[in-house]
Nanobody, 115 residues
């Protein structure tokens, strides 16, 4: 059974930081490209950041320079370090794993940026 379990969300003030984690089980983690997506109320889900099996990364323009995605294959975990958070970063954040035709999602973790 494949599971992607996100953690690390919460309430933070503008300018603050959070680190999200996504622990994977039931897959050969190292062969999956991993991504973080987010969905704000009333909006479509959007890509935040993605990391390939070779640790190449790409980011949404809105988070470049503030967010960093990384992976630890030994721990089957991917991370999203979020710095300089803004109210517009408020959303549910979802972990995604992709390999060939396989595509898995976590249940999401909520991030709220507010004073």
């Amino acid at each position: 059974q494949v599971q992607l379990v996100e953690s690390g969300g919460g309430l933070v003030q503008p300018g603050g930081s959070l680190r999200l984690s996504c622990a994977a089980s039931g897959i050969t983690f190292s062969i999956y490209a991993m991504g973080w997506y987010r969905q704000a109320p009333g909006k479509q889900r959007e890509l935040v950041a993605r990391i390939t099996t070779g640790s190449n990364t790409n980011y949404a323009d809105s988070v470049k320079g503030r967010f960093t995605i990384s992976r630890d294959n030994a721990k089957s975990t991917t991370y999203l370090q979020m710095n300089s958070l803004k109210p517009e970063d408020t959303a549910d954040y979802y972990c995604n794993a992709v390999f060939s035709g396989l595509n898995y999602w976590g249940q999401g973790t909520q991030v709220t940026v507010s004073s």
